[in-house]
């Protein structure tokens, strides 16, 4: 494995990590306070219960995002010096930003964690405001380095000699891809939390647990999903729009287009074959890809070929994770759908059991798309680290022995991940075995 | 007014201070929950569970403020200083990951947290680990061992920290870490546990005294920068009054003015920090790096200290509010 290979598994595989709990860091809060908010409304005992479950996972889930974030802070440049080199001056700013925010977040997590008995109930509940606040302005923060990276902007750099000059830090944080990647993981976060949370307590319906606690529980979860779920894919559209403009490559690999062509087909599945330039056993819709791109059925979507071979990102890795991840949206667009559509006819939280086990299922697919996309949007702009300015291999450390670092951080993720379940398993449990979850006010 | 690369310079040192005193008493809890002895030894360790739970994340936070300040206003150095200490870095950063998750698993998992538990032993072995690494990448930096080529970034020694030098300031690091937790941690309690901490912080200055002791002469060869700037003009009067500093601190404790001990303390640190940054200035990693070859444009740095005075508006009374609701009245005393 050589050096480069190394750093790049180790960035995904920490990126990958940390994202969950992020996207977990970004929209629980907004869960609690909003449970809280209703405990303080209605005085219904259920919703306070619900805060303080969901309180007790934040802890974990913070603190294990916040040493995973710290971790990429320190991979940037333990693993990527050469491109911090030119990135930290530039689009450095959000950094710092995302460090106020965090900091923000981590004060205000630990006066609402151990706050319940120092602070009034109305206190304690503005005290989770700020956290619910920060944490999606501190996850816009960092998407904007990533969109920067996608479309950079407010420098001039000379790769012969290296130096970095016209430095404008607002044109680099307000690059043209900004909005849409902030708002598309933004609405993710909001879904993915929404959705696997919801199968908790959909879970716990099926076992028979139908009590108030549980209702308001996904009551809670499956509004946040009717309102993020189509939400996403008109971001989605934007996204692939913007593309369609600007990142013409990741546009092509994503929708697997090898020839350049007018009235190009939508390729829904499909298994690129880098060998002969063709998708395999997919399902083409025509003119559909060149309307979705250009909104014109017979627009010229530019294929992969007119690309240099030493240019082209991964197709057959990029193209199944795009499925995958609009896969993943359709299917939870679906169960917001039905989930509408039962409350409405029926007036009350769905609870019949074919919903209730589509819920479930549905689960885990707001992370895998999260996952899925972020899989488009890093492999889709390779072989650049900085989008037609730095190539990733120039940017890698001059440190020896990166695979030892790479074993060692999977299997130091690995536990954290099992210690994560094993967590959440039980505390699950401790729901399971109680009557009305009204001794949980005291754990 | 300053040029901004060294205003930016001097709030990365007072950043590193803030992270020093707050995350560095953390470090040191984790030290007192692995030499917890005796008959309160259950106790000891709750104490430190509660005294860190509800500031730790807060306290964390320091450090990135550090690293992102570092990247975005000396975008060069950082990638020189990331690569040169690339080894104790990491295994220091292994050490922050553990130490921060396997404090909350065993926080909120079932074992009550002043038992002995597999999580309290990476607990502790992270919190004694990691200052020992970040402190001897400071005797790294200022031992003048490491050279970067400007060109590629490559670094002819990455093993510049595994030097007795570097690895003595490592062990004082510790040492006052351990010292700042155990007066903070007099503070949290009462009665025998209160004597407990005090022991602890008075041991815990000697060892501090004996390594200070052993590493200012080995500075004039190991760190000549250090050693000039120690011996000349205002450093002159640094050591003498490092010295006092701790000696108020530590009479402080012994006669249980707590109060008294913990500025003392702080401010002991402080003088270190302050002191170290202002021998080296204007080298970030002697002899290559300096405030000047390595600043990012004045566009970024400007900004980056607007958005530092703006945000300080929201930050400081956050954390007022943090510290004035756990750390205002001994909160744990009554027990």
């Known amino acids: 494995m050589t050096d480069v290979v190394a750093a790049r598994a180790l960035t995904a595989i920490s990126l990958a990590f940390h994202i969950i709990f992020s996207s977990i860091g970004i929209a629980l809060p907004l869960l609690m306070v909003i449970a809280e908010g209703q405990w303080l409304r209605t005085k219904n005992r259920a919703y306070y219960d619900l805060a303080r479950k969901w309180a007790k996972a934040a802890a974990i889930l913070f603190a294990i995002g916040a040493v995973s974030g710290t971790a990429l802070a320190f991979e940037f440049g333990l693993l990527w010096p050469g491109f911090m080199k030119v990135a930290g001056g530039v689009i450095g700013l959000p950094f710092g930003l995302e460090g106020f925010a965090f900091f923000i977040e981590a ?34 923060f960092i998407v904007m380095v990533n969109a920067w990276m996608n479309s950079p902007a407010g420098f001039s750099y000379d790769p012969q000699s290296g130096a970095v000059t016209n430095v404008d830090p607002i044109a680099a944080m307000f690059n043209r891809a900004w909005g849409v990647e902030v708002i598309h993981m933004t609405i993710a976060a909001y879904l993915a939390t929404a959705v696997a949370t919801a199968a908790v307590y959909a879970w716990g319906m099926l076992q028979g647990r139908r009590d108030d606690y549980h209702r308001k529980a996904l009551a809670i979860c499956l509004t946040l999903i009717v309102l993020t779920a189509p939400a996403q894919f008109i971001s989605g559209d934007a996204n692939a729009r913007f593309l369609a403009e600007n990142q013409t490559t990741k546009f092509a690999a994503m929708e697997g287009q090898y020839q350049t062509q007018a009235n190009a087909p939508l390729r829904i599945g499909g298994i690129p074959d880098p060998t002969t330039g063709k998708v395999n056993f ?50 939870l667009l679906l169960v917001a759908l ?35 996309g972020w899989v488009v949007t890093e492999l889709g ?50 729901q399971a075995t109680q009557k009305e979850g009204s001794s949980l006010a005291t754990t | 007014m300053p040029p901004l690369n060294y205003l930016a310079a001097g709030v ?37 569970a509660e005294a860190m739970g509800p500031v730790w994340e807060a306290n964390h936070v320091w450090l990135i403020i550090v690293i992102v300040l570092l990247f975005v206003c000396f975008a060069p150095a950082f990638a020189a200083l990331f690569t040169a200490l690339n080894v104790p870095l990491s295994i220091a950063l292994v050490g922050i990951m553990l130490r921060g998750s396997a404090f909350v698993f065993r926080a909120h998992g079932r074992q009550a947290t002043g038992e002995v538990s597999i999580w309290g032993i990476v607990f502790s072995a992270a919190s004694i680990i990691t200052p020992v690494l970040l402190g001897s990448c400071f005797g790294a930096i200022v031992s003048g061992n490491i050279h970067v080529d400007p060109k590629t970034g490559a670094v002819n020694d990455y093993l510049a920290w595994l030097a007795p030098y570097p690895l003595l300031l490592g062990l004082l690091a510790l040492a006052i870490c351990a010292f700042l937790a155990a007066i903070y941690l007099t503070l949290e309690t009462k009665g025998d546990l209160q004597e407990d901490f005090r022991k602890r912080a008075i041991g815990a200055w000697l060892v501090s005294v004996v390594l200070a002791t052993l590493a200012l002469p080995f500075s004039a060869s190991a760190a000549p920068r250090i050693w000039a700037g120690l011996t000349s003009g205002f ?13 108020v601190a530590v009479i402080a404790v012994w006669q249980r003015r707590y109060q008294v001990a913990r500025i003392a303390g702080i401010a002991q640190v402080a003088l270190i920090i302050g002191g170290w940054a202002l021998a080296q200035s204007p080298y970030l990693l002697y002899p290559d790096i300096t405030i000047d070859n390595s600043a990012s444009a004045n566009a970024i740095i400007l900004a980056m200290l607007i958005a530092l005075a703006v945000g300080a508006i929201v930050l400081l009374p956050s954390m007022w509010l943090l510290y004035s609701l756990f750390k205002g009245h001994n909160p744990t005393a009554s027990r």
């Open chain 1, 107 to 140: 004060i205000f997590i630990g006066i609402y964690l151990y706050g319940w008995d120092k602070l009034s109930p109305r206190a304690h509940w503005l005290a989770g405001l700020p956290i619910a606040i920060a944490g999606p302005i501190s996850g816009g």
């Open chain 1, 282 to 331: 997919d399902i083409e819709i025509a003119g559909m890809l060149s309307w979705l791109g250009y909104g014109d059925v017979n627009a010229l979507v530019k294929g992969l070929n007119d690309v240099p071979v030493e240019l082209r990102p991964a197709t057959e890795i990029i193209h199944p994770a795009f499925q995958i991840m609009v896969g993943s949206g359709t299917l």
């Open chain 1, 338 to 372: 039905a989930s509408v559509i039962y409350a409405w006819r029926k007036r009350r939280v769905p609870d019949n059991k074919w919903l209730l086990r589509a819920i479930l299922i549905s689960g885990p697919f707001g992370f895998l798309a999260i996952e899925a």
């Open chain 1, 381 to 430: 702009r390779q072989p650049f680290i900085i989008y037609n300015v730095m190539r990733t291999a120039n940017a890698v450390t001059t440190a020896p022995g990166l695979i030892v670092y790479l074993a060692t951080f999977v299997a130091l993720y690995l536990l954290l991940a099992a210690m994560v379940i094993w967590f959440l398993r039980q505390m699950a449990g401790e």
């Open chain 2, 12 to 48: 990365i040192v007072i950043s590193l201070i803030i992270y020093a005193v707050l995350g560095g008493a953390d470090f040191g809890g984790g030290v007192w929950d692995a030499l917890a002895r005796g008959p309160r030894a259950s106790a000891q360790r709750r104490t430190v």
């Open chain 2, 235 to 247: 450093g002159l009067a640094l050591v003498p009054a490092a010295v006092i500093i701790g000696a």
